[in-house]
């Protein structure tokens, strides 16, 4: 059974930074763009960055373009979200995802999903 499991969810304050690490199980992907999106109440998901296969190729909107930073590790079969400068308008359930090695930003492009780790920032 394939598992995408984020964690490192919390409450920090505007201009603090979090960490979000998701660790796969069942499968590796090592082939796969790894991606993070987030959705916020009454919002649909939207995508926050991804990372390619190779891990030379990174995409971000630019609502979060040089505030987060993806990473992975795939001795660790794990992608990282690196948050920094967190705004109230990061808050969200963020999501972990992993697409095919040709995928890009595009949600529907994702097959496989994690449960979701909730990030707060007060103002």
């Known amino acids: 059974q394939v598992q995408l499991v984020e964690s490192g969810g919390g409450l920090v304050q505007a201009g603090g930074s979090l960490r979000l690490s998701c660790t796969a199980s069942?499968?590796?992907?090592?082939?796969?763009?790894l991606g993070w999106f987030r959705q916020a109440p009454g919002k649909e998901r939207e995508f926050v960055a991804a990372?390619?296969?190779?891990?030379?190729?990174?995409y971000y909107p630019d609502s979060v373009k040089g505030r987060f930073t993806i990473s992975r590790d795939d001795t660790k079969n794990a992608v990282y979200l690196q948050m920094n400068s967190l705004k109230p308008e990061d808050t969200a359930v963020y999501y972990c995802?992993?697409?095919?090695?040709?995928?890009?930003?595009?949600?529907?492009?994702?097959?496989?999903w994690g449960q979701g780790t909730q990030v707060t920032v007060s103002a």
């Open positions: 069942g499968r590796t992907f090592s082939r796969n763009t």
């Open positions: 990372i390619s296969y190779s891990g030379g190729t990174t």
């Open positions: 995802a992993a697409g095919t090695i040709f995928t890009r930003t595009n949600i529907k492009e994702y097959n496989y």
